[in-house]
């Protein structure tokens, strides 16, 4: 649970600057928070396949996202990818 908590002071800290809210740093927070949701809900609801759906949507999200900001700023792509402690992704 400490994941869980050190992203809600991230996002207390993106919600400070309001005029922030629609960055790339803040919505693959947001993303990471609802797919850590979300798996926790489908392990006790294995069957529950509209959630896996969604689970699967915002994933997909959030890596074009990442991969985004991987293009356009490496450096805050690391920074982002550290705090989150999320696996970079793979490169062919």
Do not use: C, P, W
């Not at 649970?1 to 400070?16: D, G, P, R, T």
């Not at 803040?26 to 509209?50: C, P």
């Amino acid at each position: 649970m400490v994941k869980n908590a050190f992203i809600s002071i991230i996002l207390q800290e993106q919600e400070e600057n309001k005029e922030n809210s629609g960055s790339v740093e803040f919505q693959v927070v947001s993303f990471t928070n609802k797919i850590r949701r979300l798996t926790s809900h489908l392990e006790l609801h294995k069957k529950d396949y509209l959630s896996q759906r969604g689970l699967r949507k915002i994933l997909g999200k959030r890596q074009r996202l990442l991969a985004y900001l991987s293009k356009k700023n490496r450096a805050r792509y690391k920074e982002l990818i550290g705090q989150l402690d999320i696996r970079e992704r793979k490169t062919r």
